[in-house]
């Protein structure tokens, strides 16, 4: 826990160290006033500070042996249905383009619940087809959402 | 079963790419249309597009959504609609000169240049207006430059935006008086409304059309329109010209634009809709209780409108930059 | 008076069938989402925004807000059957109402939260009735300068509620800050952290950032854990007894007040007056020692003030353009998405839509009585719907959410990426909130802030002659550096994040 606290803090250290490096290459100032780098400078010389000073906090905090318990990454059996929802997710935004979003969301939603432990495979089957074709023809013929429609069909 | 839901598939599939077909023409519009206004709502730019939204409609047989994209003096809506795709079912309101003066401002990075719209019908032509709090000590534009002589750099002036028609107004001004103002840049009508009447700003470089209703009740007073002709909407407030400032003309132009690349006959389908809403004689009547002055254009004469600004805007604009 | 009249008017158009629909589907939606463990208001407001897209604005927003206020009730019934607050407002409901619910009184204990909901939304309706319009005209007066004063107290405000995590509570504001630059920036049009992508030119998206801290985050950790089971609670004697009416009447008196007065300041969120009227029923009471095993005050008093201070809310908002909670700022994603700026301009201009959806709020709170009362053995069934199916389904949505607002691929990438961020910060105790907060307030505290240095000529001076700037500013300053130094002074009240 304290470990995976620092960690964290020192990433966000290191990104508000990128955003002043950024900030300097914008105006500051300019003859009208503040410019389109001022805002964003203070905030990012701020965060770095804070950054700095919740470093040294941590550290000097003494080590919560409760808190030693607590993984900050997935694990044990939960770790895989973690996982199946990123990796799924993921893919899914990059099939979308292509294949349209009844189609990805058809293999989504079947793997998904298979992932996270359905065993039923007619139940399977209506979900994965309400909850694409049916939830893509409830969006885009009555909500006006438009969905993507995927190249490779035209 | 697998067959029917691939050509299924791949029916609407065709029906939703951009490349352009007559199909498409004929069966446009198939779902509402997004116009996008580059400000805020309750701006006149913001009321004349609802007022042509809900005119136009009838005519297009679509609901026409305002969706207003307010910020950086219009560039993060231009720029939305520059990017939009181009069906036909996202329109935009181009504000001319602001469209130019952010293409011609190097600093500013466009995401899309003179090309990137195709102007397809002018709705307004709005001209400049100064105004002051209906208790100001300014009674008249004199009074204003006065004052600005004897303080630089102190009298508040608001525009609507950085190299807005205003903000070039207010250039204008100083030039043609020799005087300086200290200039603060809202984003809006309403933020400027606000400005002026909680009295953290002195004088708003403004439009007529967002004024008109507040100077006629004496909430607002109109110190001068910066045109050559007097407003018919403000009978009682001298023009620019014949207070001899004949360098202080600006106006602001506002008309529905359509991303490059949409196919010629949906601009003709818009096209038609959107005049026969602005000819309209419920359009004129509305518009007049807006204080907005009407000036439709189409075609080439609107082209060459919009080549126009374009050119006289780098003037003002490089003499603004010049001066920051 | 005029606000009576402006009002009768907006009762009329909400009581037309059209927005009456509009509401009964919200509240629906709300309890459901509030229902589903783990799914708060915050990630179930921003979840439904696209059913609202093809709405005009005025239906939208009273659908939304209707979601709101029921996903703030929903969440009592996995409270009081399952021990599992559907979101951080409810808490407090847990302590007394599962201990009910074991010694088999969760009807009466989901009846007197869904009565003591209704009695502190609808009373604080009226409250924001009168008090909305005499702050939007005092608002009016206020300029550039005031306006970021009044963001700064409320991010501040927010950052000293953090209890001993405000030095995380602080950066986390400052990155929700930085985050919010990405973009054209909005006085001068310059691109700043674009890095020539084209998605980023107009702002990293608010609503798939809140869909990936709250939803997906949300789910992933529920995926880890061990599912909870239900109690099989008898739900059809829900009528509270004469004794228990007795007892809670005076609970849900106090609930309403303290939930208001809360629901006025921008930035406390919805846990605290939940806790603080808890506490201040356990200290009035006769019987201290029944608070903790089962007592009805206690489930009273939390839910009244849950509900007093979600309508509450709605003042800041409202007259100020201000959020005050995780999803406040998603209604008002929503507002702004509907081309309306809340703030005092929005009662000037759009009366009509501002006294409709007030009107609403009425509506909605009874609906949602009529829904809950007899209806709460059906919500309870949602519970049993497995997992796998539950997750899911909210994933589709998430990914036509994130997708449908600017058809853009590119927001389901963000709403992944901070769905794998959000789940990394919870793990890690850093508050979530006020990053949320300060990435919507962000553009609008540059803009005040810009505006206010030109207005003064690059002075800074210019805050020492604004008396109201000064105070808003450097009271809460202060008061944030004194507990910074300090630790440990507002502990009790951990900052949980789900609003």
Known sequence: MRQGRLIATGVMLAFCLFALWQALLLSLTDRLGPGPGFFPFWLALIGAVLAVALLFTTFREPVDPADAEVRILPHGPGAKRWLAIVVLLAATAAAMEIVGFRLAMLVFNAALVIALGERRWWLIAVFAVLGSFGVHYIFTTWLDVLLPAGWIWS | ?324 | ?499
């Open chain 2, 1 to 324: 079963m697998i067959l029917r839901r691939r050509t299924l598939l791949a029916a609407s599939a065709a029906t939703a790419t951009t490349i352009a077909s007559p199909a498409i023409a004929q069966n446009y519009p198939r779902r509402p249309v997004q116009l996008i206004v580059a400000f805020a709502a309750g701006g006149s730019t913001d009321v004349g597009a609802r007022i042509l939204a809900a005119a136009a409609e009838k005519d297009l047989g679509q609901t026409i959504t305002v969706v207003n994209k307010g910020g950086a003096g219009g560039q993060i809506g231009f720029t939305e609609i520059a990017r939009a795709r181009p069906d036909g079912y996202t329109l935009g309101f181009l504000n001319l000169p602001a469209v130019n003066t952010i293409i011609l401002d190097p600093e500013r990075k466009a995401a899309f240049n003179v090309d990137s719209f195709i102007p397809i019908v002018n709705q307004v032509l709005d001209p400049g207006l100064i105004w002051v709090k209906g208790d100001s000590p300014y009674k008249s534009v004199a009074d204003l430059i006065d004052a600005a002589k004897k303080e630089p750099g102190k009298i508040r002036a608001c525009t609507t935006g950085i190299l807005s028609d205003d903000h070039l107004a207010i250039l204008m001004m100083q030039e043609a008086a020799k005087c300086e103002f200290r200039i603060v840049h809202f984003d809006s009508g309403t933020q400027q409304l606000a400005g002026v009447m909680g009295g953290h700003v002195d004088v708003a470089f403004d439009n007529v059309g967002s004024i008109v209703k507040r100077i006629e009740s004496g909430e607002a007073r109109g110190l001068a329109v910066t045109d050559v002709v007097r407003s018919k909407f403000l009978p009682n407030v001298p023009c620019t010209k014949e207070l001899g400032y004949t360098t202080v003309i600006s106006s602001s132009t506002r008309g529905v634009g359509a991303p490059k690349g949409t196919p010629a006959d949906i601009v003709k389908v818009i096209e038609t809709a959107f005049l026969k809403a602005i000819n309209s004689a419920d359009m004129k009547q509305k518009m007049d209780v807006a204080g907005l002055a009407l000036k439709p254009m189409v075609g080439a004469e609107y082209a060459k409108y919009y080549a126009d600004t374009q050119a006289q805007a780098k003037k003002y604009t490089e003499w603004a930059l010049k001066m920051r």
């Open chain 3, 1 to 499: 008076m005029e606000a009576f009249h402006h009002l009768l008017a907006g009762f009329a158009a909400a009581l037309t069938v059209k927005y009456l629909l509009f509401a009964l589907a919200g509240c629906v939606l709300g309890t459901l989402i509030g229902v589903l463990p783990g799914l708060g208001p915050a990630a179930g407001t921003a979840i439904l925004i696209p059913l609202t897209f093809s709405l005009d604005p005025t239906g939208a927003i009273i659908m939304l807000s209707a979601i709101y206020y029921g996903a703030m009730y929903g969440g009592t019934i996995t409270s009081v059957l399952i021990n599992v607050p559907g979101e951080a407002a409810s808490v407090v409901t847990c302590i007394d109402g599962y201990q009910m619910a074991l010694q088999g009184r969760a009807g009466s204990a989901l009846a007197i939260a869904a009565i003591g909901s209704f009695v502190g939304g609808t009373l604080a309706t009226v409250a924001l009735v009168l008090v909305a319009t005499p702050l939007a005209t005092l608002a009016l007066k206020f300029g550039p300068v005031e306006f970021f004063a009044l963001m700064v107290a409320g991010l501040c405000l927010v950052v000293g509620l953090a209890g001993k995590n405000m030095l995380a509570a602080l950066l986390m504001t400052v990155i929700g800050l930085l985050f919010a630059m990405i973009g054209l920036d909005p006085v001068r049009g310059a691109p700043r952290f674009t890095f020539g992508i084209e998605e980023l030119y107009d702002g990293i998206g608010f609503v798939p950032v809140v869909m990936g801290l709250f939803g997906v985050a949300e789910l992933l950790i529920a995926a880890e854990k061990r599912q909870a089971r239900m109690i099989q609670a008898d739900l059809k004697n829900w009528m509270p007894t004469k004794e228990e009416r007795r007892a809670s009447a005076g609970a849900i008196g106090r609930g309403t007040v303290i939930g208001f007065i809360l629901g006025l300041i921008p930035g406390v969120g919805a846990i605290v007056p939940t806790f603080m009227a808890y506490v201040i029923e356990k200290r009035v009471s006769k019987t201290p020692e029944r608070f903790g095993k089962g007592a009805i005050e206690g489930v009273a008093s939390a839910e009244t003030a849950n509900n007093a201070y979600a309508n509450a809310a709605m003042v800041p908002l409202l007259a100020l353009g201000i959020p005050s909670s995780p999803t406040i700022a998603v209604l008002m994603g929503a507002f702004i998405i509907n081309g309306l700026t809340p703030g005092p301009f929005l009662f000037q201009e759009r009366p009509e839509l501002v006294w409709t959806v007030i009107a609403s709020f009425f509506v909605g709170n009874a609906l949602l009585l009529i829904l809950n009362l007899p209806l709460v053995g059906l919500w309870a069934k949602l519970l049993k719907i497995p997992f796998s199916y539950l997750c899911t389904g909210v994933l589709i949505f998430c990914v036509i959410g994130a997708y449908g607002l600017k058809q853009s691929l590119f927001d389901v990438w963000v709403m992944l990426g901070f769905g794998i961020i959000g789940y990394l910060l919870r793990k890690l105790d850093f508050p979530i909130a006020p990053a949320i907060l300060a990435l919507i307030l962000g553009p609008m505290m540059e803009r005040s802030l810009r505006t206010t240095l030109e207005m003064s000529g690059g002075s800074y001076a210019i805050f020492l002659d604004r008396p109201v700037a000064l105070v808003l500013l450097t009271v809460p300053v202060i008061v944030l550096g004194a507990l910074l130094l300090r630790p440990g002074t507002f502990s009790k009240l951990r900052e949980t994040d789900t609003d």
